[in-house]
């Protein structure tokens, strides 16, 4: 049954392809745009021009459904969140805050095992509304207790349907703007070495189509709660610019940091320890999730020739 969905980012990489597959599936989509990133939808959606941050903008926003879903691909922080509630709560018939494993970054490197989604107990983490969250200059470092914090305020204030996907760290083609698998590439093609913290210290991935697929499948289920979503396959910084030396079929250096670093100090997805997500609950839910070696090696070709 067609359904009428927000998207809020939904212009750029997992926002546009989730769309795209939104329209593909027969719904009607309304994404929420500052204007300006372009997108190719033309008049198969509707667009409201709103800032994530205006509470104003929002509420006017939301007097533009009544929303079945709202897929929030913006929410960064608790302040973000309370204009979420005071927005949306009672509006709309599923709220999906997307996530990311590096919320489990609060607990540390030292798991057992996969990361299953009780294993963090958001709704204890400390919430800050006073830090300032929407200086842009604090973006990078502010990043992860954001998305912590903005989860809490959500789980805390339980009025809005909740679900927030917390995706594995997300490798795409040349239209990924984060840069972080072209940065292997390219250290590989100039024969550069690769400082690394542990061989072993494996995280999980995931495609940006898997992404919106999996964000495009969770927003039409009715399960409430957090969700991990991550292929099978987990790679460390070491293996995987090992396997972009296999791709390329170019001799790649590396050499063990002593003592280890700062978590993402040395590059992209380098950490001190095992993160990897346990998918158990997405998977008892009826989602089946593909491995890294379905798709990797074609990901790294595309990074090559955009490189070339």
């Known amino acids: 049954m067609s359904k009428n969905i ?16 939104l ?25 409201i021009r709103a800032d994530r941050r205006n509470e104003l903008a929002m509420r006017a926003l939301a007097k533009a459904g009544p929303f079945d879903v709202v897929v929030d691909q913006m929410c960064y922080s608790p302040l973000d969140a309370a204009i979420a509630v005071r927005t949306f709560a009672g509006q709309v018939g599923r709220y999906v805050m ?29 919430i800050d509304t006073h830090y ?15 998305k912590v914090q903005a989860e809490a305020y959500l789980v ?15 490798l795409g083609g040349p239209e990924d703007f984060t840069g972080r698998l072209a940065h292997y590439v390219e250290l590989a093609r100039a024969g550069a070495t690769l400082s690394y913290a542990g061989e072993d210290a494996q ?19 009715d399960f409430t709660g957090p969700v991990n979503a991550a292929c099978d396959g987990a790679l460390s910084a070491y293996q995987l610019y090992q396997r972009v030396g296999e791709v390329l079929d170019t001799p790649v250096r590396m050499r063990r940091a002593v003592p280890p670093p700062e978590p993402g100090r040395l590059s992209p997805f380098d950490v001190p320890g095992k993160m990897v997500l346990d998918t158990s609950r ?18 790294i070709r595309q990074h090559d020739l955009a490189f070339v």
Do not use: N
Not at 34 to 40: L, Q
Not at 139 to 144: F, G, R
Not at 203 to 220: D, P, R
């Open 203 to 221: 995280v999980s991935f995931m495609t940006g189509y898997g992404a919106a697929e999996f964000l495009s499948w969770t927003a039409l289920q």
């Open 98 to 126: 997307t996530s990311t494993i590096d919320a489990y970054r609060v607990l540390g490197f030292d798991a057992a095992g996969p990361l299953a989604e009780a294993a963090l107990a958001v709704e204890a983490q400390p």
């Open 6 to 21: 927000l998207v809020i980012g939904g212009t750029r990489f997992i926002g546009r392809l989730l769309v795209q597959r």
């Open 156 to 170: 805390r204030d339980g009025s809005l349907p909740l679900v927030t996907p917390r995706l594995a760290h997300v």
């Open 132 to 146: 300032p969250w929407h200086d842009p200059r604090r973006a990078v470092e502010c990043y992860v207790a954001g």
């Open 23 to 47: 329209l593909h599936a027969g719904h009607r989509v309304t994404i929420a745009t500052r204007g300006y990133a372009p997108d190719p939808f033309g008049e198969r959606i509707r667009r």
């Open 282 to 299: 997405a998977k008892a839910l009826g989602y089946r999730f593909g491995h890294t070696d379905e798709w990797l090696d074609h990901t």
